[in-house]
C-alpha cells in the first residue's frame, strides 16, 4: 500500500490566530525530534512525500532544523504550509534542506499582521519566494474569496507581488486571479473560496460522496494518532497510535476497511465525513 502522501503534524501550536481555522481541543505539543524520526521510518514503505503539517504552524517547530535534516537522510520530498511569518527566522534551514513544496497562506496575515506592517511583510516573504524557487516550487495561496470580487487586502498582495516580481498588474487581474497564475518559474498564486472546517455540529448529508482519505493520503497527529484524513484535526476518526501500534494493522483494520470501501461506493460510511463539506 503507497499512498501519494502522509501528513505529519510536527506540532499542533500556532503563532497565530485565525478566525476560519478549526479550534482544537487537544492539548499543545510537538513531536520531539526522536518521535518525529520514529514516525518518519515508519511511514517511509508508505509514501515518498511527507507533508509537514494537519494543525500548527510547522515552522514554529523548536527544533525544526532537526526535523528537516532527518527528512532529508530518509530522502523524503517535503511538503510545508506556512504563514510565512517565521520564514526569515527560519530562512536558512529551508535553504540547507530545501522542501519540493511550500505553500504559503498569504490569507492568514490579514487577521494577524498589522496594516501598516503588511506592505514590508508581503515583500520580505516574496523575495525568500524568489531566491528559494530555483529548488522549491512556491504557492502562494489567498484562500479569502467570499465571492468573485479581490478584497481590498487581496489587492494589497497583488501589488505587492507585481511589484517585487515585476509583473505588470494587468497579468494579474481578477480573470487570470480566479483561475491561477504562474507567476515565474517554480512559483504560483492560487485563489480559492475560504475554507470552512468541517464542524461537528453541522448538518449531516447523505448525498452521494468520494473522498481521497486513506486511498491518498493519511495523517499521523502530533501525538501519533493516525486518522484518514488531513482535516480530521482532533482524531474524530482515529484508528489507532502510531506509537503503540502496527501501522500496517492500523490500515488494515475494520473501521479503515469500511471507511475505503464506502467511499469507493461513494457512501460516507461516518459521521464526521457525513457533516464534511469537502469532497
Not at 26 to 32: G, M, Q
Not at 99 to 122: G, T
Not at 252 to 263: L, N, V, W, Y
Amino acid at each position: 500500500m503507497k499512498y501519494k502522501k502522509i501528513y505529519v503534524e510536527i506540532t499542533n501550536s500556532c503563532n497565530f490566530d485565525c478566525s476560519f481555522c478549526y479550534k482544537s481541543k487537544r492539548p499543545k505539543r510537538a513531536l520531539t525530534v526522536d518521535e518525529f524520526r520514529f514516525i518518519a521510518e515508519k511511514v517511509k514503505p508508505f509514501t515518498n512525500y511527507l507533508y509537514l503539517h494537519v494543525m500548527g504552524e510547522p515552522l514554529l517547530h523548536p527544533h525544526f532544523d532537526e526535523i528537516m535534516q532527518i527528512a532529508n537522510e530518509l530522502d523524503f520530498q517535503v511538503n510545508i504550509t506556512t504563514n510565512g511569518s517565521l520564514i526569515p527566522k527560519q530562512q536558512s534551514v529551508l535553504e540547507k534542506y530545501p522542501p519540493r513544496q511550500i505553500n504559503i497562506s498569504l490569507h492568514d496575515l490579514e487577521e494577524n499582521i498589522p496594516a501598516k506592517d503588511l506592505p514590508e511583510f508581503i515583500t520580505t516573504i516574496i523575495s525568500f519566494a524568489d531566491k528559494i524557487a530555483e529548488t522549491t516550487y512556491i504557492n502562494f495561496r489567498l484562500w479569502n474569496r467570499m465571492d468573485d470580487k479581490m478584497s481590498d487586502f487581496t489587492k494589497l498582495c497583488i501589488r505587492q507581488i507585481a511589484k517585487q516580481l515585476e509583473i505588470d498588474e494587468v497579468e494579474l487581474c481578477e480573470e487570470k486571479f480566479l483561475e491561477g497564475i504562474h507567476l515565474r518559474k517554480h512559483i504560483y498564486l492560487h485563489s480559492a473560496a475560504r475554507f470552512d472546517w468541517p464542524y461537528l455540529d453541522a448538518t449531516p448529508s447523505d448525498k452521494p460522496k468520494t473522498c481521497y482519505a486513506l486511498k491518498d493520503h493519511i495523517a499521523v497527529l502530533s501525538d501519533g494518532s493516525v486518522v484518514p484524513c488531513c482535516i480530521d484535526a482532533d482524531a474524530h476518526l482515529l484508528l489507532g497510535n502510531i506509537f503503540t501500534d502496527d501501522l500496517n494493522v492500523i490500515l488494515t483494520s475494520e473501521k479503515a476497511i469500511r471507511m475505503k470501501d464506502g467511499f469507493r461506493n461513494k457512501v460516507a460510511v461516518e459521521d464526521f465525513c457525513r457533516k464534511c463539506g469537502f469532497r
